[in-house]
């Protein structure tokens, strides 16, 4: 899955934030592109709010699996059983 998160070549706007002085003087002085230091940095927040997301989903999915086998059984583990299948092939 090789999704974009979002559009790098999307126009650029300004926007207005608030940051601690000192540390955006800091990172000034150390030739810190604090623009591209902030995309980056949402770039990061969304991904792993992404990855959360789908961390959750899958652990819903899995109880729905879960639960299916419970009240169902485990149909591969039936179909292996019915077949004689063996995992040596």
């Known amino acids: 899955m090789s999704s974009a998160l ?3 070549s999307a ?15 800091k990172a000034r002085a150390a030739g ?7 995309e980056e940095a949402l770039a990061a927040a969304l991904l792993a709010i992404q990855r959360e997301g789908l961390r959750q989903e899958i652990i819903r999915d899995m109880d729905v ?8 059984g485990n149909t591969a583990a ?12």
């Open 65 to 72: 699996l879960a639960n299916y086998v419970a009240a169902h």
């Open 32 to 38: 810190l592109n604090v623009s591209r230091v902030a």
């Open 6 to 8: 979002y559009n790098p």
């Open 11 to 25: 126009r650029r706007r300004t926007v207005s934030l608030t940051v601690n002085s000192d540390l955006l003087e």
């Open 78 to 89: 039936e179909l292996r059983a019915m077949y004689g299948a063996d995992d040596a092939a």
